[in-house]
């Protein structure tokens, strides 16, 4: 009787054992985004101030994520949308959420296209500004607002999207460009740097990872290093689809941005479950109507081969250690996608790793497993 008594306890100790075992390693639901990629990388999130007066999701951006990009909040139009009125309010409020909650903050851009008050780079009448009024106003912007955030963010997007999209062209003909000439990167980043040394500065695009583009951006990079500029980084934004690009290609990017001696930020993930004829992420592409087939839901072969994707991303992060050194999904849940009205307005799209009802998507798992797994 003892005997057996003895085996039951020593049985269901083993039982005990083996289950402590696999309970000291949380279930996927148990574990944080922030939490499984440590100090691999940041894990951000890009929102918007009106977020975070919905508890349920500003607790799920501070539990899961270690850094948050404004979505709109630090553009050129939401800073300084009237010559010399500067309007930090709503940046502030995120930098403070962000402060509270032990996350990092980037800035989100100070020289671009859109989202830019005209005035800035032209006159009333739409004439680029003569070249040194166009470089006045370019350096007060940046230096007020990058003395504004001094020690409360880590790194700014110093300007984004200025690589054209057409083969023949270098840079885009933009109002900055138009007024200032090709230098006017390589200012922005003089005078971001002179407003705070300690901040970092990345450069961004979209499609900087396909081959074309890439030449032309690592044309830039050097061109901004070899003018004694500080780049800390190379923003690949990520609005990607299912089918589209292909892993390998942003393995090479990498790679290329490597050699070069620049990190990566994967600035602003998303994958596409919709259909668009766009690639890329230029925010004034329109497409008139388009497949809406995921009213009701996306159905879970769907949802799991977004979960796929998602992995082979993650998975050929992995392969570059210390090369990525951020990843920030472009929002935290389904329902506050930009992709819900970009390129087509009013679709109900499922891009990201929460649902509407703000749980975890397999697209979750499949990023907490391939962070796991990466060293
Ligand atoms: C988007 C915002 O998410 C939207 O709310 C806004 O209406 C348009 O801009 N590339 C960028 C981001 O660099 O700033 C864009 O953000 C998405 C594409």
Redesign the pocket.
């Known amino acids: 009787m003892k005997q057996q008594f003895r085996n039951v306890s020593i049985a269901s100790a083993v039982v005990l054992s083996v289950l402590n075992l696999f309970g000291t390693s949380a279930s996927a639901a148990d574990e944080t985004l922030r939490g499984a990629a440590g100090d691999k990388m940041l894990i951000g999130t890009?929102i918007?101030a009106s977020d975070l007066a919905d508890p349920g999701q500003a607790a799920l951006i501070s539990q899961q994520f270690d850094c948050i990009t404004p979505?709109?909040e630090m553009?050129p139009d939401a800073l300084q949308n009237v010559k010399g009125t500067f309007t930090f309010e709503k940046g502030d409020a995120i930098v403070a959420f962000a402060q509270a909650h032990d996350m990092k903050v980037v800035g989100?851009?100070l020289v671009?296209h859109?989202?830019s008050p005209a005035w800035l780079y032209a006159d009333e009448s739409g004439k680029p500004l003569p070249r040194d009024q166009a470089l006045a106003n370019m350096k007060d912007h940046i230096t007020k607002v990058v003395q504004h955030y001094k020690g409360k963010i880590i790194g700014w997007?110093v300007v984004?999207?200025a690589i054209s999209d057409k083969p023949a062209e270098y840079l885009s003909d933009t109002p900055a460009h138009k007024a200032i000439g090709d230098d006017y990167i390589v200012k922005a980043f003089q005078f971001a740097h002179e407003a705070d040394p300690d901040a970092q500065l990345y450069y961004?695009d979209?499609n900087d990872e396909q081959p074309e583009k890439l030449a032309k951006c690592v044309r830039l990079l050097k061109e901004l290093k070899d003018a004694g500029c500080r780049v800390d980084a190379v923003g690949i934004?990520g609005?990607w689809m299912m089918e589209w690009p292909p892993a390998q290609t942003i393995d090479d990017a990498i790679a290329a941005y490597e050699k070069l001696g620049v990190k990566v930020n994967v600035?602003?993930l998303d994958i596409d479950v919709l259909p668009r004829n766009t690639t890329g992420?230029e925010?004034t592409a329109t497409e008139k109507s388009g497949i809406d087939s995921f009213k009701s839901g996306l159905p879970s072969e769907l949802a799991q081969k977004q979960a796929d994707r998602y992995r082979s991303f993650f998975e050929v992060f992995a392969k570059h250690p210390g090369a990525v050194a951020r990843v920030t999904f472009?929002?935290t849940h389904d329902g506050t996608s930009?992709l819900n009205?970009?390129p087509v307005k009013g679709r109900t799209n499922h891009p990201l790793l929460f649902g509407r009802d703000l749980k975890p998507k397999p697209a979750f798992d499949a990023v907490i497993a391939a962070l796991g797994a990466s060293k």
């Open positions: 890009a918007m979505g709109n553009k989100h851009t671009w859109n989202q997007d984004n999207e961004n979209y934004q609005h600035s602003e992420a925010i472009w929002g930009w009205d970009w």
